[in-house]
Structures are given as C-alpha cells and as structure tokens.
C-alpha cells in the first residue's frame, strides 16, 4: 500500500516553463482522501515552495534546500546547517571564479552579493524571498546550503573547484546552472528517512520521482523510485522504474493515474 509521494520541483512536476499540472491541487486531494500524504523533495527555498503550495501547505510535506529543512503541516522537524568557517572558505573560492555567483540560503531568506541582472533573474525563480548584501562574508544567519550559480555548467566548470570539500560538505550538480553544497551527509535521500520515521512509513509505502543529480541519494534509496523520462542519464541508471513521460507530459501525474492512485 503506497502511503508517501514524494516527488522533486524542477524538471519533474515542474513543465519547462516552470509550471505546475494543471490537476495538481485535485491529484492532492484525491490522494489525501486516501490518506496518501503527498511531499516536494526540492532545492529551491522553502518559503518558496509554501509560497508555492499555499492553498495544501498544511496538508504538505517539504524537504527544501535538498533535505536540509524538512517541515510537516507547516511544523519545521528538522533543520542542518553548515559550519561558517566553511562558509567562508566556499565564498573565497566563488570569488574567483568566472561567471559564478553565490546564493547563501538561510532560513527564512536567502543572501546574495552580485547584482548581475542575470543572475537575480535567474534566482528570482527558486528565491522568492531574497536579500542582497555588500559582503557575504558578514552575514550572521545560519547557512542551510551554499549555491553556486554557474553560467558555464557546474558539471564542466565550477563542481572541479569545490570537490575537494566533499570531505567536509555533501556537494551536488542541481541543474545545468546550478551547484549545490549542502552539510555532509545531508541530501533528499537522508531527508526521505527522516521523513519516513517520522511518518512511521516504510521504504515499500513510498514512491519517489526526480530527475537530476541532486536527486541521486534519494533515487538510489527508494525501493519505487521512477526516474523522470528527460531524467540525467545517472538517474535513469539508479532508478528501479522510469516514467513512460516526461515533465511537459504531466509525467508525475500521469504515472499516478497508471498506478491507479489518482483519476
């Protein structure tokens, strides 16, 4: 009996042009009168994602920042955050770099220091609430992820600059644009345990869909992960099913529909 949906925001439920399905506040009701809790695994901010979900937040589960803030029925349950010397030395290396700028993501905002219109543009999408600073360095807030923002890839560029803090930090490809560094250890699929047991669900009672890297822990986790059909070829690889559509086909949903979940 499934009992958990858990599914990532962006290049899954999300279509291209970032919107959600159209039947996706039925498919929550549907699925919570079958007592079926329904959750958003996602990088993005979570003000961002209530912001979002504002109708059924408090009938939702969210991992943000990729797992290290969960909260349920609008109840934070658990929050990890990076040591700030390491901070520190994270925004000494994005200085150098070309064409990358930083995002610091706290909890109830995130921080950035570039004013590079593409940049803002770009963060406007996944931050809804957002500050800019002189110098990050002096920002006092606890720092949930650090994020890169790379306009060259961070696959080809800016991830071969921080892989050497994996012995300190859990670093992640999220996009084609993005890098993220989250606290070791922490990532979708330890937030998806501790989603579990607080939820006293089981590994079988849920089902999980993603597509690129940052979902990797959590896709590898799950006994019923679908990786998305446009998935990252990585994902498709550790994935136990894959979506028969992709994420401008309502694919999240239409695989619900398959597996008689939802109508």
Not at 28 to 45: N, P, Y
Not at 147 to 163: A, L, M, R, V
Not at 184 to 204: P, R, T
């Amino acid at each position: 009996m499934t009992k958990l949906i858990v599914t990532d925001m962006d290049g899954t439920l999300l279509n291209d042009k970032r919107e959600l399905p159209g039947s996706i506040w039925r498919t929550i009701e549907q699925l919570d009168e079958k007592g079926i809790r329904f959750a958003v695994a996602s990088g993005r901010q979570y003000r961002t994602l209530a912001d979002i979900f504002e109708p059924v937040k408090d009938k939702m589960l969210f991992m943000a920042e990729n797992g290290t803030i969960v909260v349920n029925n609008s109840e934070v349950i658990s929050k990890t955050v990076l040591d700030k010397k390491l901070v520190h030395q994270l925004i000494d290396t994005a200085r150098k770099l070309d064409d990358c700028h930083i995002v610091l993501c706290g909890s109830e905002t995130a921080y950035v220091e570039s004013t590079n219109e593409s940049f803002l543009e770009k963060t406007g999408y996944y931050f809804h609430h957002k500050e800019i600073v002189e110098d990050l360095k002096k920002v006092d807030a606890d720092v949930l992820k650090f994020t890169i923002c790379d306009f060259k890839n961070p696959e080809q560029y800016s991830y071969q600059y921080f892989e050497h803090f994996s012995d300190r930090a859990q670093i992640a490809v999220a996009s084609e644009i993005w890098l993220d560094i989250m606290p070791l250890h922490v990532n979708k699929g330890s937030a998806l345990k501790q989603m579990q047991q607080e939820l006293g669900i089981s590994n079988s009672e849920t089902i999980v869909f993603g597509d690129y890297m940052n979902d990797f822990e959590m896709m590898e986790f799950s006994e019923n992960s679908y990786a998305m059909a446009n998935a990252h070829p990585e994902i498709l690889g550790v994935s136990r099913f894959r979506t028969r559509l992709g994420n401008n086909e309502n694919g999240v949903i239409e695989t619900l529909k398959d597996l008689g979940l939802v109508v």
